[in-house]
């Protein structure tokens, strides 16, 4: 019985000092995965806002607003406990919530118009230029 009890102590431990050790990297990881969402949401969006006014587009909009909310919680996270890391991505952050929003903002404005395509352009650039600026960022590290 004592055996068992020092293993089971034994694993608790392992496993405890596995995470703490690996703590960075997953969360880390886990912005990643959630930044590459919101560039899915934002992308989904403005594909809809070509051929419908925002106002049809309300689902997409709230994913949109849902995977912004959703990063905007893991970077905070990340900065709290591991604020080097946070302050290396925190820029990228920074954009990826700053041209989400304006997004948002522009089909709350537009609600009931389509937005013409030199708009759905504009964002759709400013979108990929940021995809392309975040990837080779994460490819640099």
């Known amino acids: 019985m004592t055996f068992r009890i020092l293993e089971v102590t034994i ?6 000092a ?10 880390r990881l886990h912005h990643l995965r959630l930044a590459d969402r919101c560039f899915d949401a934002m992308g989904d969006l403005i594909g809809v806002l070509t051929f ?7 689902a997409r909009r709230r994913d ?6 959703g990063e905007h919680r893991a970077i905070l996270s990340l900065n709290k406990d591991h604020h080097s890391t946070a302050k290396a991505i925190w820029r990228d952050h920074l954009m990826i919530q700053k041209i989400g929003y304006e997004i948002l903002d522009a089909a709350t ?6 937005l ?5 352009d504009k964002r759709a650039t400013r979108i990929r230029a940021a995809h392309t600026h975040y990837t080779q960022f994460l490819n640099e590290r």
């Open 11 to 16: 694993a608790v431990a392992i496993s405890i």
């Open 52 to 58: 419908l006014p925002p106002s049809k587009a309300l």
């Open 64 to 69: 949109l607003q849902f995977e912004l909310v």
């Open 116 to 120: 013409s395509v030199a708009e759905i």
């Open 18 to 27: 596995f995470l703490w050790a690996s703590s960075n990297r997953i969360q």
């Open 109 to 114: 404005q537009k609600n009931e118009q389509n």
